[in-house]
């Protein structure tokens, strides 16, 4: 038996997260770099799966599989294809920036009392999701996944709750109350959804008989499980609903915008940039691939959601005064593109939904971390409590504006590549909803301008004179991203060699073919 | 006899059912109306008698003894016991204090008993075999027949179960002490401590007319004082309040005495 | 007479015996409520037992008495020790488990 | 030969990341290191021209391909470029005027602190300004097109600090956006038609598609055109962005990248060629504009704002001509060439009077500077000659055909547009004399300042180091900045005679546009004796006006038409009012709709499952008997249920 790559990515950063959580509570900087390098190391297994992984095998690679629960099926099923590899690659990317940046987020205030170890408790936390998240990806069995997807909520629940922003514009009290509330709503709506999954993933194996991703299916594909229309619809609103409510889609998003308003800026890069991407990459693994036919079915509707959280995200972003949830907002139109996109079933259109996850991750992180950076400054998300930072803080501003040019999808950053082939690909087969999406583009560049003007242009404000610029470590953190960002913007062919060939795997479980041109062009 | 039981009964057993019948129903209805608990429990031992009565005539010999015996004998004394040892003469108030309950009560139990009967009486239970046939061989031969073969595993349970339950109660009434018990020394100056009544206290019913363990003794200025009556008495609050009566009491004495010393004087007088 | 009369005496007796239940607050006298019950279901059972003519009934009820007087034990001393502890036998008093 | 294509976008862009990541230690050397390699992308681009020349016209065409970019199923975008000789003009001129400008710059920006930053964006500029015109595909066209976009969003709002700039700067990006919308819904129309975006099969097989098709497509670049190109209805963008330092609206706002959205019609002509509608509102467009334009620049007294309004119209002749198809696509593209010189060199020649004059802008506070700037005055005075269309001078050329082509159009159409392009022929000779005779004519009314000059909210923060509230010293400008001015006044003095002479610039770019030589219905003398009739009517009217008379340094309170012009014809005030304020209103209720109907929704069932709750809970009264008596009644209820179900 070879080496369980699969099973070690994940369980190294779980190892870790016990690790750290041990550390004793005087050695809070060891904690720290423990956290680092544990992160780090699974950034090197990531890599790792990333290179092991052959674009033009099989489709699901790296495969384990052991008993679990005999009695009900259940067995633990690893296996990826080429979407789950770049997430996977996404996740442990993400997450040494998400600590480097979180360096300080979690410092006691008071180191008199010996036992409390915040520090301890938040890096580990972040480990444990990035654990989940990770499994979740890799997980081929329906139970097996659906354990994670619902695991990774507790240690969320504990960063949105436990951990704020150290400064708060109307004072600690109000921030503890409106951080327990938003840390509530943040389970309560993924619970709900979990729940209705719940049945949903046993009304499958009522039918299927097992949990086996693989093995329903193959089942499916070849005819030889058949399951009734109305069966099959219920079943893929079970699923799609828990999706929908982790992606967000509209009209299941406001818990996103308070999770990410009240959590710290590293927490909420971890939600959108990482936990979120669960929700829209298990539509494409599992409500496609299990139901292809209800899939197609509920194609209308789920795109004119699509289009609705597109344009309704970029509205409300840019009515936003507060700076995070403004990112928030911005993200709920950019998970409508990646819905959009999955649903629109086209190649491009699947193409550009799985690079606009991992885009939309790295740049929302270079953008949410860099407005960390300045809420950390000034103690304030207000908009409206900056102003010129631009002339004080140049590389901070620069980098915002890079960030938010990515988060405009402007040509040559990455973003704009999975942008356009979502556009695209929906344009092919819905003309008209491709055409209202592209109003998106003229709001998101209303709001990010918006944004950089209000905070970084125009005459200094005497709170921001003093600001200093970005320091070392923030420049480590932001610095990749953006090179990244540019990177797959100008070169982004490694990343849609390893998720074309899943997309088309995925195209042919729904049946589709791209339609084809009206002229056929001469060459 | 057999036969003949099958759709009806005899007159005899007719007559007895409607008169003891009536008696159940009244004790039962006694059994839940009654103030006092030592009412109810003797009520419902009269009910029971008669159910007794029932089982024989219903062919269970053995029930019925049994019913006698062990319920009203042995259960029903535990019960008079317990009645005793939370104060026999506390009387219930029967007033309602949760809202509505008494009503749904009645109503819930008005609704079970129109449904329950109404059950019986839907149901086609027209057969009627008799227990010729299986108390042939005598009833309580036919019972352990059926006890130590067919019921034997639930019959060891029960016994199981039995002494589980005496070890419970046990347990439950047992209390463990779990501090050394204080010395007088330490009483004693425990109550110097707490600067309370420091001399033992006094025996009840000093300079009443009686000494009765639930009267308080009187102070020198006429007043009770419920020191001279048992703590349990108080808690209970048992105490039966003297002072007025006793007062009164007293005063009819003097004056009988003093009626008496004169016609004693006047009849000496007289003389 | 038909012997069905025993069971509508014994659903009477038993639903006076639920009505005590409810309507009574002095544990003590809920707990001879509850043996009127269970006296109730015994006498349903014997007549049972004779209606159909084997002695399964006269065992169950057999078993019940057995039971009943198992519950009796501990419940009675469970009333002792909460009277001990409250000074009160009044089920109403032990309403500690409400929020 | 091929390879060297990379090379000329390459150049600029190492310039504009060496710079913009280079830090402080680069300051001093910043403006040097941008400026050759400016230069050094014109070089590559001469050297490829003097190979290109020495070959066949028909097989000038060069391409390289880099690399692919996006690879997916049924999409393929490379990066890959194709010289042709369309290509060539535009990037001789893009770097040729761009690293005139990066001289002119050295000497405009020297007391700006941020200078070696400036010379980045303006490199950032150049680089994605060649990139559009070097793509071989539609999609790689549009990477140079966002990036020409935001080199002009950065260096509009180059002086970040003042609000206008930055609010200018942002809405130059929106406006932009929108016709960026148009774009990207053409190339994918061109991807559901076509299978591709690349020009090559695009344009081949174009006319095998549907005309419906075509008109959709042509209509979509016509509206990115539009925004790029400031046309109405997208051309608010351009006066605000004279916000930026003069370089700047030299380079970008009059001579290159605002002439983007020609080269996209006269790119895609053979999608335009087979859509006759579409070119039908690319003409009137063009037209609109070229009125539009010209009676904005006749009201402005803000020297730069005039010159803007005087861009918008010029390209409102190109457009116009790119509208008239091959009869007119050569001439758009000359007219774009000679304008990229005059245009040019009246923006600098106005960068230069600012400079001498404190950065004042308001040309009512000018007057007889030609004493004190000769150079200035020559070189303004030569692009001046230029674009009024004196004969002779470039603007006269490219001019006149345009106005021929458009008589040639024929029918209705052709008198109506031939009209129009001659009344705009007259009012750019009267704003353009206007600018002339306030600005180096006339009283010197600078001196008659009050002392307490009114700060104007435009003034440029060079002003600090003046002291803006000394008088000005009017003071011609360093060497650095006038060697440009008159390179560019050479070239528009000469270019329009080099081009038009034997027909050479129809020659060069005829294989690659095509061109149809227009027989408009009178003889084209006529046309170019009407031409310099209302050219010198111009002149005239405008020197009554203000050669004559003094010029109030106050500004009159006008006509009704002047004073909307003053307000770009209250399209901003339109915009402001619908768009602004309906927009600002309407996410402004989205909140409150998030807050309360869609969050309410949510915690309206949670506040009633919580009220309920709370009610049941009173049932919870920890009495057993309670509960007894919902068992009891629990129990009632099942025999009940029995015995219905008995029933039943």
Known sequence: MSFPLLTATAALPALGAIATAAVPAAKRTAAKWLALIVSLATLALAVTVLVRFDPGGDRYQLTESHSWIADFGVRYELGVDGIAVALIALTALLIPFIILAGWHDADPLETGNKRWRPTQGFFALILAVEAMVIISFEATDVFLFYIFFEAMLIPMYFLIGGFGDRAHEHGEETAATQRSYAAVKFLLYNLVGGLIMLAAVIGLYVVAGNFSLTEIAEARANGSLDMATSTERWLFLGFFFAFAVKAPLWPLHTWLPNAMGEATAPVAVLITAVVDKVGTFAMLRFCLQLFPEASTWATPVVLVLALVSIIYGALLAVGQRDIKRLVAYASISHFGFIIMGIFAMTSQGQSGATLYMVNHGISTAALMLVAGFLISRRGSRLIADYGGVQKVAPVLAGTFLIGGLATLSLPGLAPFVSEFLVLVGTFARYPVIGIIATVGIVLAALYVLVLYQRTMTGPVKAEVAKMPDLRVRELVVVAPLIVLLVFLGVYPKPLTDIVNPAVEQTMSDVQKKDPQPEVEAAK | MTQFAAYTTSTGEAFQFWVLGTIAVIGALCTVFMKKAVHSALCLAGTMIVLAVFYLANGAYFLGIVQIVVYTGAIMMLFLFVVMLVGVTAADSLKETIKGQRWLALLCGLGFGILLIAGIGNASLKEFDGLGQANANGNVEGLAALIFTKYVFAFELTGALLITAAVGAMVLTHRERTERAKTQRELAEQRVREGKHLPPLPAPGVYARHNAVDIAGLLPDGTASDLTVSKTLRDRGQIRDVSAQALSDLKALEQRAEDRLERTNSGEGSK | MNPVNYLYLAALLFTIGATGVLIRRNAIVVFMCVELMLNACNLALVAFSRMHGNLDGQIIAFFTMVVAAAEVVVGLAIIVSVFRARHSASVDDASLMKL | MENLIALLVAAPLLGAAVLLCGGRRLDAVGHWIGTVLAALSFVFGAVLFADMLGKDPEHREMSQHLFSW???????????????????????????????????????????????????????????????????????????????????????????????????????????????????????????????????????????????????????????????????????????????????????????????????????????????????????????????????????????????????????????????????????????????????????????????????????????????????????????????????????????????????????????????????????????????????????????????????????????????????????????????????????????????????????????????????????????????????????????????????????????????????????????????????????????????????????????????????????????????????????????????????
């Open chain 4, 70 to 648: 996006i690879p997916v199923e049924g999409f393929q975008a490379d990066v890959a470029f194709q010289l042709d000789q369309l290509s060539m003009t535009f990037v001789l001129l893009i770097s040729g005027v761009g690293s005139l400008i990066h001289v002119y710059s050295i000497g405009y920006m020297e007391h700006d602190e941020r200078r070696r930053r400036f010379f980045g964006y303006l490199n950032l500029f150049l680089a994605a300004m060649l990139l559009l015109v070097l793509a071989d595909n539609y999609l790689l066209l549009y990477v140079g097109w966002e990036g020409v976009g935001l080199a002009s969003y950065l260096l509009i709002g180059f002086w970040q600090h003042k609000p206008s700039a930055a609010t200018a700067a942002k809405k130059a990006f929106l406006v932009n956006r929108v016709g960026d919308v148009g774009l990207s819904i053409a190339i994918m129309l061109m991807f559901t038609t076509f299978g591709t975006f690349a020009f090559g099969p695009v344009l081949a097989s174009a006319g095998d598609s549907g005309e419906g098709t075509l008109t959709a497509i042509g209509l979509m670049l016509l509206l990115a055109a539009c925004g790029k190109s400031a046309q109405v209805p997208l051309q608010s963008w351009l006066g605000d962005a004279m916000e930026g330092p003069t370089p700047v609206s030299a380079l970008i706002h009059a001579a290159t990248m605002v002439t983007a959205g020609v080269y996209l019609i006269v790119r895609s002509a053979a999608i335009f060629n087979g859509a006759p509608d579409a070119q039908l509102v690319t003409t009137v467009v063009g037209a609109v504009t070229l009125l539009f334009g010209a009676i904005v620049g006749c009201a402005k007294d803000d020297i730069k704002k005039a010159l803007a309004g005087s861009t918008m119209s010029q390209i409102g002749y190109m457009v116009l001509a790119a509208g008239l198809g091959p009869i007119g696509y050569v001439f758009a593209i000359m007219h774009l060439v000679t304008h990229g010189f005059f245009k040019a060199g009246l923006f600098l020649g106005a960068g230069s009077v600012m400079h001498g004059m404190n950065d004042e802008v308001d040309m009512r506070k000018y007057g007889g500077l030609r004493k004190y700037m000769p150079v200035t005055f020559v070189t303004f005075g030569l692009g001046y000659l230029a674009i009024i269309g004196f004969p002779g001078l470039s603007g006269f050329f490219s001019k006149d055909m345009i106005i021929e082509a458009a008589f040639a159009k024929g029918g209705t159409e052709g008198w109506i547009l031939g009209g129009v392009a001659l009344l705009g022929a007259a009012i750019t000779a009267f704003y353009m004399t206007r600018v002339m005779l306030m600005t180096f004519f006339g009283e010197e009314r600078w001196k008659s300042r009050p002392t307490a000059s009114p700060e104007e909210p435009s003034a440029e923060p060079a002003a600090e180091h003046h002291g803006a509230h000394a008088e000005p010293h009017p003071h011609e400008s360093p060497k650095v900045m006038t060697i440009p001015m008159i390179v560019l006044a050479v070239g528009s003095v000469f270019g329009g005679a080099f081009f038009s002479i034997g027909d050479r610039f129809v020659h060069w770019l005829e294989p690659v546009t095509g061109h149809t030589h227009g027989h408009p219905p009178v003889s084209a003398l006529t046309v170019t004796v009407a031409t310099v009739t209302v050219m010198v009517l111009g002149v005239g009217l405008a020197y009554l006006q203000y050669g004559r008379r003094p010029v109030p340094v106050v500004a009159p309170r006008g006509s009704l038409l002047t004073r909307a012009a003053r307000r770009d014809l209250l399209q901003d005030d339109f915009n402001h009012v619908v768009l602004v304020r309906g927009g600002e209103h309407l996410t402004r209720s989205l909140v409150y709709v998030d807050h309360t109907l869609v969050d309410g929704v949510v915690n309206g069932t949670a506040a009633s499952m919580g009220g309920l709750s709370g009610r049941l809970r009173r049932l919870q009264n920890g009495f057993a008997r309670s509960y007894a008596v919902s068992m009891f009644g629990g129990a009632a209820v099942l025999i009940a249920a029995t015995l219905l179900m008995r029933a039943v």
